[in-house]
Every structure is written in C-alpha cells, then in structure tokens.
C-alpha cells in the first residue's frame, strides 16, 4: 500500500501577477491564541454555532447547514445560486446527521439526545417542520443519532447512532423501526452505493468501514482503515471510497472491487507529522478527479489529484478558517463549514447576569455592549467558506499562505527557540539541569478574574472577582517569580481543557460532543480517559514518559473515586489522593501529597515528572451551606502556596520545576481574550521578579517540561509552540517561598436566601462540569459582584469578518 504525503518538497515560484492575490492575504491574518494564523480565502457567510455538516439537494439549488454548539442549535437553509440564508430554524437538540430526499422536497435531521430524526418540508426557501421519527426516549436513555442516509426507492432511513452505537433501519412510510444492527462503536456517517445494494458505514469507534447488504439488511464485510474515521465519499464511478481519519491526519482510499485499502493520503503539510491535522471532511470535484480535505486542527483543505486511484499525487492546500468541519463541491466552488468562524476575541461582557432595568440602562449607553453573554463556548459563531476551484498558479499562492500560517514545522519536533546555557534545552533529548518536574492543574479561570489588579501586567481591575485578598499566595508567586500576562488556554472549556492539558490536543470526538452536554441537551464528561474514542490518539503524557523509561506520578488527575481512569497510570497513583470532589479542602490535598512525597523523598523514589490536581478554584456557586466562591478560591490559593512553600524547603528544590495552569478559562471574562488564563512558573532555575509578555499557550508549557524530561512533542501544537525558556535562567537560584495565610475565613458558608442561591440549589457537582456552565457563572458574578461589566478596553486579536449574503440568521 503507497504513503501519498502531502508535503510540498518546493513550492513553485510566483508569478508577478500573482503577488498582488499574495499580499492580500498577507494583510488579512487573524492570529489565534493558540499561535497558529488564518487567512481565509473567498467569499463568507455567517453561520450558526459549531456547523458540523452541509447537506446538498440533488438539484443543487439547497444547501443546508446544521449547528451543533452550545449556545442556539439552528439548521439554515442557503440557496446556493444567490449564496443568500433563506430561513434558519431552531432546533432544540440536533446534531451531525442531516439530508436531502431525492426530490428535495424534504430535509431529514438528527435531533441530537431527544433521540429522534426530525423531517422538515422545503418549500419556497422555508424549512417547514412536517414529522418526527422516534428512535426511543429522550436522554438519559444513550441513543444519539448521528449520519443519516436515505433510500428513497425502498422507502428507507438508515440512521447510525454514538451513544448505543447501532445502526437502525427504518420504514418512512410508517415511520417503524425495521432493524437494529449494532455497530461494534461509535457511528458518524453512511453512504449508500449508487445500485443502492450496500451501505458503508464509518464506525468512529473501531476504526473500520462497515459494509451493510441492505436487501438481506446484514453486514457483509468490514474493512480496516485508520483512526476516527468519520466522513467519506464516493467516486463518480462509484469504484473507490475515500475514508477520512481524524487522528491519522490521512484519507484512507478504499478499492470497492477488492474492499482493500490501496493508497493512503497523508494530509499533513509534513511527512510522518505527528496527530494534530485533524482530518475530518471530504468532497470530490465536479470531475471527479481532485479531492479535498479538511484538516480542522491546521485551518485548511489538503488538495489531492485522484484522477488515477492508486498513484495520487498532491496538489496543495487552501487556507479557510478556524477549525473547519465539511466540506462540499457544487460546480466550480468550494463550499467549507469553519467550526469556530474566523477569530477568538475578548469577552468582557460575559458572564453577566444583570437585571432587567439595569441591563436596558447599560445597554442604551454603550452600544458596543453584546446582545448575548459573552460565554466563550458559545462565542465563537461559525461561517461558511465560499471559494472558486483554485488555478494551478492561485493553489501555489494558497499553499504558501498555508505555511506561513502555520507555526508547527518537522524541525521544531527536535529543535526549538531558546538560548544557550537555558536550563530549558534547545534540542529534545538533551540534558537539563532540572529533574523533577511539578504539574499543578488548576480550574476555569481567565487571567483578569484573579490577576487583572497587578499593576505589572495588562489586567483590567474591573473584572476582578478573587483578587490579591483572596489570592495572595498567587500574586505572591506572580511578584517573586514570573508575572505570565499573555498565556492562553488551547481548550474552551474542561471537557477538552484536561486532554488539552494531558496530551496536547483533543479529538475530534471530543471537539464535536462537549458542546451537546454544555448546552444542557445530554450527554456524559468522556474527557480525562472516561471514553476510549476521546483520548489523544497516542495517549496523554504519562504514556509518553513510560515509553521514555520517565518515571511519573499523578495526584487525582485523571483519578477520580482513588482508581485511575486510563491504564497507563495503574500503579502510578497516590491512592488517597481525592480526584475530583468539592466536599475536599484543596489544603486537605496539599497534606494527602506531602504525605506520599516524604515517603518518596526518603527513599530518593520521587518521580521526574508528577501531576497534582488542585480544582476548588472551581467553586460551588451560591448554594446554601456549601463553602462560599470566596472560601474555596483562597483555600485553593492557601493550597497551592503551601505546595510551592514545602517543596521549596525540600533538597530537590534547586532541580525543581513547578507548572500551575488552569485547564480552561471558561468561567469569566477577559479583556484580552476569552481563552486568556493565569499560569505561574516556579523552582531554583525560575527568574526572579520578572514580568514576561511573552506569548505562551498550554502546549507551550506542555512542551517546555517535555524539554526538560527529554522526550518528543505529542502533537503538532506542542511541536510548533513556544517554550518557556524566557522564564528561566542559569544562574538563577530562588531562596525558599514563604506561603500567605489566607485572608478569608475558609469554611465561609453561603448563607443568603436569593435568586442566586435558588439557582444553585439545582448545580449538579457530583462530577467536573455536570453543571450548565453558563448558568453557573452567572450565578458566580451576580453573586460576587451584582454590576454590570464595564466597556472593553482592546482587544489583542484581529477580527476578520467578510459579510455575504443576508443576515437572516437567527443566532
């Protein structure tokens, strides 16, 4: 079987009449927090939340469009000639799966955990609501329909499903389940042949093709194929399918004559690139003779000539925007689904749980102030990438663009930024004078909640809510060591924030779901090991340092109820240690670690690298007798200065290294930008009051301890991320820390009886994030500060918004 790689060993020169399409580009960059850049080519139309999937009529006169983010979960009607939104409807639950009737008469979508597909009539540009088919009851019963495919002769609905991870056959005429066949994992998509004899199923779960005989309504074969597999397509001689696997960046090109795998495509933009391409959508030119493929996590389509199966060759990339999901071809254009839009941005206007008569005050003096809150999982709208069949010459410029774009390259896998004689190495694998690395995992906040009062840094005072009073210990630490005020998480929220923080990247899987259970529409935490299909594909670092001989730790990451959750942390768990649980004082944590570690330092047993987890920074809100934000903040505070104070008073301490970051910063506003968060460095090699504007995201610190213990990048963003180099210092040999007692008494209870304490009453917190997160930090605000946020100050990231067509969206 051939390996295509989709690396441009030299791009072809370009042409003057060219530069100008060139420097257009280069004048419109969006630079994302994470590091990497867009330049999305084409025209844009706005769409709803999260779009996963386009849907095309036979006709090509409809596009449709659904939206599965947190926020409003819309299907939008776009007529394709005028390139103009014709109606977009509410949907209360929905999801991936969405299609056509032959006719085009009739639109079929996914209702998401309400378990039930939803046919809508078309008629005039208008979705019309006729039916529902009922798959079984609503969540919590684990159902979830995803892909949907139609035979419209056999009068048929073929409907996969995530959740019970079954296919059901369905007669649409009495709307009665025929079938149920189970799939042995997770389901995405399904296309039907052209004769309409057999049915190809991705399994996302267990990595293969299904091949269902849809007159004995049995499954014939199975084929082999590559990691997450979830979209496909077919060739217009209906010979050959195209399977692409999320967490291979790779297209698998199946032979139907031999049901064989033939070729692979290697949609990285390097050869052997690690995971962190993303794969995830498909479409084939009018002719048949070109693909294209969407690769979320690099923010471009991989073009690839297919006009002889077997012998592809590639031919490019186009840059798009964030996170792009689908893609399809209608004549000579290209028509992309970008996740997550065109930008990040501030949100200093949310969360924000004003009054009614407060709100129309503010409102009618600031007209910059939002309409919605400002939560970050649901801030960032998704648009449609509309863009004519690129030249050989333009594919030369876009595929340029690309590269710049991208901050990730084969050498810094090996290589990276630094300085000579920096206890942070330059090269992976070379020696450091640190041994031991601390990793303190923290919860949800962003930067100018807890920081924004340091006069040092690029805080907003206004949205402070848990200060130096409440945190002194970490403006201590921020003062005595380094003050980080441009880190940034990579995740939006924790259910991708630990795996982010863990492996440094989040599936696809992971990055399609979290926002159904978000939203409050159903659905499970699959995050921190607790579902298969969600973990990094190669493990998250514990996995990395077993196969590098690293010895490791962890302390109640990714080991809830004092069992571990993956298998790679069996025997490599402090067993009293408590995971997860608010009921926990995180200074009653900081005695459970010291405890194992006096026992490990006695017998010089302490592991390179240990992971500590310290979340009640996290909070309960305002239920009545539970600890107050207040409280649980400054234990939080209290805890980890107790943790830095011991370990500084330890004989490791000079070949020590402690990391604290926040997994997400969900839970508040930020003038900078939604995903800025606090981090805080510390150790003997760590510099002394020092302010570093240094722009550093989660796989910078990620990559920065992988330095120090010597072992390989995980994935192309901790490859391609800056370490923390700046932070440190040779000759630098920091004295003892001296911890702050906490300023607030930590067993405060809540004790009003209002509307946010009513609210809170309802928090389910037996679990990370059971609780709707923006309900949550509304309750936190109000409760805390009861005002309205201020006007924005700046923002740090350009927002490229290119309007088409009407604005008729409903989002």
């Known amino acids: 079987m051939r390996n295509i790689v989709a690396f441009l060993i030299a791009l072809l020169h370009v042409t003057s009449s060219f530069a100008q399409t060139a420097a257009q580009l280069e004048s419109s960059v969006v630079h994302l927090p994470n590091g990497w850049s867009l330049t999305p080519v084409g025209e844009h139309l706005q769409l709803g939340d999260l779009p996963l999937n386009i849907a095309v009529s036979s006709s090509k006169k409809y596009m449709a469009v ?13 007529d394709v000639k005028s390139q103009q939104v014709t109606d977009a409807v509410v949907i209360p639950k929905s999801w991936f799966g969405l299609k056509f009737s032959a006719d085009g ?9 309400d378990n039930r597909i939803l046919q809508y009539g078309v008629r005039q540009g208008k979705l019309l609501l006729k039916d529902s088919i009922i798959l079984g009851p609503k969540w919590p019963e684990k159902i979830s329909p995803s892909g949907i495919e139609i035979d419209d002769s056999r009068k048929l609905l073929y409907v996969l499903t995530k959740e019970n991870n079954s296919l059901y056959i369905i007669d649409l005429a009495t709307k009665n389940i025929i079938k149920q066949l189970p799939l042995g994992g997770e389901g995405y998509n399904c296309l039907l042949s052209s004769d309409k004899k057999l049915l190809y199923i991705t399994c996302w779960g267990c990595d293969k093709v299904l091949i269902l005989d849809t007159k004995q309504q049995t499954f014939q074969r199975e084929i082999k ?3 997450n597999p979830n979209d496909l397509c077919m060739s217009k001689n209906g010979k050959y399918l195209y399977v692409a696997n ?12 031999k049901n064989a795998v033939i070729e692979t495509l290697n949609t990285a933009l390097y050869p052997n690139a690690p995971n962190g391409s993303t794969t995830n959508g498909l479409a084939l030119s009018e002719n048949g003779k070109t693909i294209y493929i ?7 389509l991989s073009v690839f000539d297919v006009s002889t199966p077997g012998a592809s060759k590639s031919k490019g990339f186009i840059p798009v925007g964030w996170y792009p999901t689908n893609v399809k071809v209608i004549g000579k254009k290209i028509y992309v689904a970008n996740g997550k839009g065109f930008s990040s941005m501030a949100n200093p206007f949310g969360p924000n749980p004003m009054r009614k008569k407060e709100d129309v005050e503010y409102q009618a003096g600031d007209k910059n102030r939002p309409k919605e809150v400002q939560y970050i999982a649901g801030l960032f709208k998704g648009t449609m990438s509309i863009i004519p069949e690129p030249t050989a010459q333009q594919l030369t410029v876009y595929s340029q663009q690309v590269y710049k774009n991208t901050p990730y390259t084969k050498e810094k896998e090996s290589i990276t930024a630094g300085e000579a004689g920096n206890p942070i190495p330059m090269k992976t694998g070379a020696s450091s004078p640190i041994k031991y690395v601390f990793y303190v995992i923290k919860e949800n906040r962003t930067y100018d909640q807890v920081l924004g009062d340091m006069k040092e840094g690029n805080g907003d005072s206004s949205l402070v809510l848990f200060g130096e009073r409440i945190t002194p210990n970490l403006h201590k630490l921020a003062r005595e060591f380094v003050l980080l005020d441009n880190f940034y998480v990579d995740a939006e929220v924790s259910a991708d924030g630990h795996n982010w923080s863990m492996a440094g990247y989040a599936t696809d899987y992971l990055e399609k779901t979290w926002p159904t259970s978000y939203g409050g529409r159903g659905g499970s935490y699959d995050a921190e090991g607790n579902r298969a299909i969600a973990n990094a594909p190669k493990g998250f ?19 809830d109820n004092s069992r571990p959750n993956i298998p790679v942390l069996k025997d490599h768990y402090c067993p009293y240690y408590t995971g997860w649980d608010m009921n926990t004082y995180d200074t009653t944590r900081f005695y459970q670690w010291r405890r194992e570690f006096d026992s490990l330092l006695a017998i010089g047993q302490v592991p390179r690298f240990n992971t500590v987890r310290m979340g009640n920074d996290h909070t309960e809100g305002l239920r009545k007798g539970k600890r107050s934000p207040l409280a649980h903040v400054a234990d939080n505070d209290l805890a980890v200065g107790l943790f830095i104070e011991y370990l500084s008073k330890s004989p490791i301490w000079q070949e020590s290294a402690v990391f604290v970051v926040e997994d997400d910063a969900q839970n508040g506003a930020d003038h900078v930008d ?17 302010v570093d504007h240094t722009m550093y995201s989660t796989t910078s610190m990620l990559r920065t301890m992988e330095l120090i213990l010597g072992i390989p990048p995980m994935s192309q963003y901790d490859a391609a991320a800056m370490p923390m180099w700046n932070c440190f210092s040779a000759d630098a040999r920091h004295a003892s820390f001296q911890s702050v007692p906490a300023q607030v008494d930590l067993k405060e209870k809540n004790v009003a009886v209002n509307e946010w304490q009513r609210r809170s009453e309802h928090f389910d917190l037996s679990k990370e994030d059971n609780v709707p997160d923006l309900e949550f930090n509304t309750v936190l605000w109000s409760g805390l500060k009861g005002t309205p946020f201020p006007a924005p100050k700046r923002a740090a990231f350009v927002n490229l918004v290119k309007k088409s067509g009407d604005d008729d969206d409903d989002d």
Not at 105 to 111: D, E, F, Q, T, W
């Open 66 to 78: 659904t939206n599965n983010g947190q926020s409003v979960q819309s299907i939008q009607l776009i």
């Open 105 to 113: 008469n009739n639109l079929y979508a996914s209702g998401g955990n």
């Open 225 to 227: 194929v590559g990691d």
């Open 246 to 257: 999320a967490n291979d960046n790779a297209v698998s090109v199946i032979d139907l004559t």
């Open 294 to 300: 969407a690769n979320a996590d690099n923010n471009c």
């Open 541 to 559: 670092i514990w996995d990395h340092c077993k196969r590098a001989g690293i010895s490791y730790r962890t302390y109640g990451e990714f080991a």
């Open 674 to 690: 939604a995903h800025r968060s606090t981090a805080y460095v510390a150790g003997g090699f760590v510099k002394q009051g020092y």
